[in-house]
T-cell receptor, first 114, second 110 residues
Framework: GESVGLHLPTLSVQEGDNSIINCAYSNSASDYFIWYKQESGKGPQFIIDIRSNMDKRQGQRVTVLLNKTVKHLSLQIAATQPGDSAVYFCAEPATHQAGTALIFGKGTTLSVSS | KAGVTQTPRYLIKTRGQQVTLSCSPISGHRSVSWYQQTPGQGLQFLFEYFSETQRNKGNFPGRFSGRQFSNSRSEMNVSTLELGDSALYLC?????????FGEGSWLTVV
């Protein structure tokens, strides 16, 4: 069945380090993936997305890599800052449904210490 | 441009009661989705509305319902509340192929 999962529930890094958050998905037909950041007490905030016809997409301090062969994507955050501390979710559209239903992974909590 | 607005932000209800949550999408967005977030189950899709019609429905009991108005504003209702309904309820609106979330409504059932 469909599932989107993250490898590690928590990740602790030092300020200035690069962070890598991983996500594995099971539906090989998925053609779109999204990363969200959720700070404590807030709703998920869109970070970056990637289509399945791409291997890599870069944003401001963030890069998403997609490996369709092993059904894996990752979010890389460069020069991690304390403000990056949050829970990060990967998500993909649910198949067999019209519209914009998303399936979310369980989330990785990123803790940045200064 | 205002974001997705949800009201109320916090509420406490008693078992057996019902609750209505409101969502105003980003101006111009016609699709509104609702999600439930709990520590145990994570983020789960409830339903989606587009042009006042339910286009999608997740795997939740019939106690969970919603509707959308002609101005795209949406409400969701939970009847006969159970303790397990305590959660953060998130509304999202879709525009330009991007899904934006509101800050959510924290519901506590006691």
């Amino acid at each position: 069945g469909e599932s989107v999962g993250l490898h590690l529930p928590t990740l602790s890094v030092q300020e200035g380090d690069n962070s890598i958050i991983n996500c594995a998905y099971s539906n090989s037909a998925s053609d779109y993936f999204i990363w969200y950041k959720q700070e404590s007490g807030k709703g998920p905030q869109f970070i970056i997305d990637i289509r399945s016809n791409m291997d890599k997409r870069q944003g401001q301090r963030v890069t998403v890599l997609l490996n369709k062969t092993v059904k894996h994507l990752s979010l890389q955050i460069a020069a991690t800052q304390p403000g990056d501390s949050a829970v990060y979710f990967c998500a993909e559209p649910a198949t067999h449904q019209a519209g914009t239903a998303l399936i979310f992974g369980k989330g990785t909590t990123l803790s940045v210490s200064s | 441009k205002a974001g997705v607005t949800q009201t109320p932000r916090y509420l406490i209800k008693t078992r057996g009661q019902q609750v209505t949550l409101s969502c105003s999408p980003i101006s111009g967005h016609r699709s509104v989705s609702w999600y439930q977030q709990t520590p145990g189950q994570g983020l789960q899709f409830l339903f989606e509305y587009f042009s006042e019609t339910q286009r999608n429905k997740g795997n939740f009991p019939g106690r969970f319902s919603g509707r959308q108005f002609s101005n795209s504003r949406s409400e969701m209702n939970v009847s006969t509340l159970e303790l397990g309904d305590s959660a953060l309820y998130l509304c999202a609106s879709t525009g330009q192929n991007t899904i934006y979330f509101g800050e959510g409504s924290w519901l506590t059932v006691v």
